[in-house]
DNA sequence: TCTTTATGTAATTTATATATTACATTTGGA
DNA sequence: TCCAAATGTAATATATAAATTACATAAAGA
């Protein structure tokens, strides 16, 4: 599983730090996300995905691998 | 969160233990989301998504309380 | 170059997702 | 009613998400 978050944070032009307060969690966790160090929870998938307007589906996809 | 997994196993007419097999989890794993009683990972997610044909926003949902 | 901001990383701890095994309950059909 | 399938549930174990704290590095501007 993969993800573009920081494509939609460049966009949005904010921080790691700037989304993980909006969203909840620690400047860590958005980090360790980005760089596919583990698989979120569907709540903070559901959660980036309301706050970039678009679907999960678009966010994160799975991979060959998966 | 919530989800309406248990409306489209009954679409597709399929029970938990298909579900869960076709995923790759446990039976009780697909019990235990159905029930709300844990959120998935993000990557189950996207396999529920992608055996369903819907996205995963359309199948999960966050509550007022999220 | 110095400073600041953003990002990467690492160790430890805690909470929780998921597996496993097993049993109870419900439901629908014969 | 009986039986079998489906679902709910529970206990324990394991893996891993996420928090916390802290430090290292990179990048960009003054």
Redo the contacts between chains.
């Keep these: 599983?993969t993800n573009h978050i920081k494509v939609e944070r460049a966009i949005k032009n904010i921080t790691q730090e700037e989304l993980a307060r909006q969203i909840g969690v620690t400047r860590q966790a958005i980090n360790s996300i980005e760089l596919n160090k583990y698989?979120?929870?569907?709540?903070?998938?559901?959660?980036i995905?309301?706050y970039f307007g678009k679907?999960?589906?678009e966010i994160?996809?799975?991979e060959d691998s998966?």
Tied chains: 1, 2.
């Excluded at 698989?39 to 959660?47: G, I, M, N």
């Design positions: 599983m698989v979120p929870s569907t709540l903070l998938a559901l959660k995905s309301r679907t999960v589906n994160f996809s799975l998966d």
